[in-house]
């Protein structure tokens, strides 16, 4: 786990692309404490940069960059491959010799040898640019899911790109400006959606895909993507058994390391069932968990969580959090903050704290609720296009009714309702309706306010599934989970140079879950998961869903929400809701810290 960044250019780089590098690489040692280095290419058409995290092969020969043998081939490389021993066995069998016992020589030979075909037999989380020499060809690409992140900008000419924009940014390369689509987006959904960034001019590679880079023509392709095939027809005991395998799979490949992992325990269902599955793979090692107490009965899991580490035997470490001392972690938690977004606290803490504990690697049961029906909106957004069908039949009437909505309402969840009324039902928008922060219109405003008289919108579209609950497991994925949760995982946990791991977030599990009929996958109560890992408590399997949250409502009412109503003050928009005040706040001040 790393950070990495780099220029490729079609003609010799100045010696201030040097000094540029090396502003990113400095802007990502966070990222990476361990180790870090630079590498320039002989005809100076390349300069790549690494920080480094050490998890596999701890020694010197893990150093990135990473240069072949005979020089003509480099690779700096952000994540873990899980299958690297077996794919090093197969490029040995083809003749290969490897000198280090890393995923990266293996990511070096393999992507040598046979270039982006090479990418999707990759297990794991990664982002990663190779330089091909001889060829003057760079290959980059990004993890299915998109755990890993990756920026980058093109002006025909030279591609820079790094693991956090604000690396990006530190290379003073690019002259920081608002992209007013991305910004009403961002109030729309409290999240930054992707390709498109908040920055003009530079993007996201989006998950699952490669970009191939030769002489300034950059091409972006697709090289995996969420879908649902037709399922294999089965009974309960056969998709249980089908899940329990895969689970199981996905677990040994996530335990790959060369130091101790622990992982999150909320007391939920996904975090147990993962620390059931990790304590079948280690049964007599020691395991540690982590949690976070907070100062709220309803929200508050540490019971729950401390039971089950103590039913699986567990080192247990918990943390209290109260208002007042969230209050003090808040400024380094804006610092951490490499994009806005209206989540990501919760993973701060907790990564400070297993860090804290001498932890690189933990696990976490993200994406359990997006693959295996958690969310309330598997319901929810199913009827809300229902009723958009029924009120479609009324026609002008039904817009009308919509409109009315949407300039009447006393909510953003009404005036969401208002303008779903108002286009086709389809899932998508019936989705944005049920999920948002601002309404598309408050939205917009909000854009056209902070750029400066500039608005816009972003539309995001989706191949769905014609089945209506694998149209929501794949939004939830592919929106919400891919832009928001991983995004913060990611930035949140490596602010403390720790390795975050998402089990549930791994293509070949999705594969082979997604085969499963819909009516037993997405069975309400996760209880696919339950019955494929039967060692989760009866107590925990029938607990309310909770969340891994906190009760942010109460805080800013009370001990530090006098900075939250300020950051509201003459806007063109209402803000009548804590989350809508949180969104705008994290936005200024992410703002403001730009310089924008």
């Known amino acids: 786990m790393c950070g990495i960044a780099g220029i490729i250019s079609s003609s010799s780089l100045p010696t201030s692309s040097e000094v540029a590098v090396q502003s990113m690489r400095e802007a990502l040692a966070h990222r990476g404490p361990d180790d870090a280095g630079s590498w320039l290419d002989a005809n100076r058409l390349a300069c790549l940069a690494h920080t480094r995290l050490s998890i596999l092969d701890l020694s010197p020969a893990g150093h990135q960059p990473m240069v072949s043998a005979d020089g003509q081939a480099v690779i700096v490389f952000n994540g873990e491959i899980y299958n690297f021993r077996e794919i090093r066995a197969e490029l040995e069998a083809e003749g290969e010799i490897f000198h280090s016992e890393s995923d990266t020589e293996v990511l070096l030979v393999g992507c040598r040898r046979h270039g982006a075909a090479f990418v999707p037999r990759l297990r794991g989380m990664f982002a990663f640019c190779f330089w091909d020499s001889a060829n003057q060809r760079a290959l980059l690409a990004r993890d299915p899911f998109g755990i890993k992140p990756l920026y980058y900008t093109d002006d025909g000419t030279a591609l820079v790109f790094a693991s956090e924009l604000r690396a990006l940014l530190a290379s003073e390369l690019i002259k920081p400006a608002l ?135 567990t080192e247990h470490h918990a943390f209290k959090l109260n208002a007042e001392s969230a209050a003090a972690a808040f400024p380094d938690y804006l610092e951490a903050m490499d994009v806005p977004s209206v989540d990501g606290f919760n993973t701060w803490m907790v990564s400070r704290f297993a860090r804290e504990h001498q932890m690189k690697v933990v696990l976490s049961g993200l994406g359990g609720d997006e693959l295996l029906a958690g969310y309330p909106t598997f319901i ?128 070949e599990l999705f594969d082979a879950l997604a085969r499963i009929p819909a009516e037993l996958r997405l069975a309400q109560g996760k209880q696919l998961l339950l019955q494929a890992v039967p060692e989760v408590p009866a107590v925990i399997a029938s607990a309310p869903k909770r969340g891994f949250s906190f009760p942010f409502e109460k805080w800013l009412a009370t001990s530090f929400g006098d900075q939250f109503r300020q950051a509201t003050q003459g806007l063109p928009v209402a803000t009548s809701q804590w989350y809508q005040q949180w969104t705008v706040f994290v936005f200024r001040m992410w703002c403001k810290r730009l310089g924008l």
């Not at 199981?248 to 939920?268: M, R, T, W, Y």
């Not at 957004?381 to 009324?394: A, H």
């Not at 995001?460 to 995982?489: C, H, K, N």
Request: with cysteine; proline share 6%; net charge positive.
């Open 380 to 507: 929810q957004v199913p009827k809300l296009q229902r009723l958009g069908k029924l009120m479609s039949f009324l026609g002008p009437l039904g817009r009308l009714v919509g409109k009315l909505l949407a300039c009447c309402g006393k909510s953003s969840k009404v005036q969401r309702l208002g303008e779903f009324l108002q286009g086709p039902p389809t899932m998508e928008r019936a989705y944005a309706a049920t999920r948002g922060v601002f309404s598309g219109q408050d939205a917009a405003r909000l854009a056209q306010y902070f750029c400066k008289g500039a608005a816009g919108a972003m539309v995001l579209g989706t191949d769905l599934p014609i089945d209506p609950r694998d149209a929501v497991s794949a939004l939830e994925l592919t929106r919400y989970m891919r832009f928001q949760l991983l995004r913060d995982s990611d930035v949140m946990s490596m602010a403390h140079g720790l390795e975050l791991r998402v089990p549930l977030v791994d293509s």
């Open 179 to 313: 992209e007013p689509g991305a910004v009403a987006a961002f109030f729309a959904t409290g999240s930054m959606s992707g390709p498109t960034t908040l920055v003009r001019g530079v993007r996201s590679i989006p998950a699952g895909h490669l970009l191939e880079w030769n002489q300034g023509r950059a091409i972006v392709s697709r090289f995996w993507q969420v879908t649902f095939p037709a399922p294999v027809p089965q009974d309960a005991s056969t998709a249980k058994a089908a899940a329990r395998t895969a689970l199981e799979s996905s677990i040994k490949a996530h335990l790959v390391s060369d130091v101790p992992v622990g992982i999150f325990l909320s007391g939920g269902i996904d975090s147990t069932a993962l620390l059931a599955l990790m304590r079948q793979a280690q049964p007599t090692g020691l395991l540690k968990t982590f949690s976070i107490s907070v100062d709220d009965n309803q929200m508050d899991e540490a019971d729950a969580a401390a039971r089950t580490a103590a039913l699986f035997g």
